[in-house]
């Protein structure tokens, strides 16, 4: 929603407004969008039928602010001090340990926060599927921003792609999180993250090999 059609509401009316685009990203995730319904948001948000078509039009609003929210959980997740700017191996070895850590309480769940909206929303009109797209532009963004880096420093080789290498750690993300929530197996989500870490690593340079010493020329014995 444009700042201009939100501008109107005051900060009561904002927090209501964020509680129901919360409730209804918590239903979504759980049960999906198509088996979400308004009603089901209104209990879950503690608030009435009109509270409802008062800061949204219909679902397919509503919807796409539970887009944004998310798109807005994948950015504050990667941009976690902890994951300093992806702009390191360890930073990105500590983003796979991350996603790793929350097998049990997300993937598991409902799969990735963001693919699981995707994947139902794919099919939806043009405006919805830009709303799918700007996010995942700005999550290859966060990664490949961070592998510019690394590869500026000299800790990934000339040839490295950022733009390749950040596909591969997005696309391995998005596999294994379906797999693992299809599945209920927390293997796939884990080997796919550490395998995309182990081809950014690939890059690295050699490590330089140490010079060779040369043995000292034996002495020449004077002449008796």
Known sequence: MSDDRTSRFTRKGLATRARIIDAAARLMFRRGVANTSIDEVRTAAGVGGSQISHYFRDKRELTREVVAARRGDVIAFHTRPQLGGLDTLEALRAWADACVADIDTVYRVGGCVYGSLAGELIDSDDEVRDDL?????????????????????GDLRPEADPRHLAVS??????GGAMVTHATGDAEPLRVAVNAAV?????????PARPAKRRSPSPRRRPKS
């Open 133 to 153: 797209a700007d996010g995942y532009d700005q999550w290859l963004e966060l990664f490949q921003t961070g592998l510019t880096e690394m590869r500026r420093r």
């Open 169 to 174: 750690l997005v696309a391995a993300h998005q």
């Open 198 to 206: 182990d081809y950014v690593r690939s890059f690295a340079p050699a």
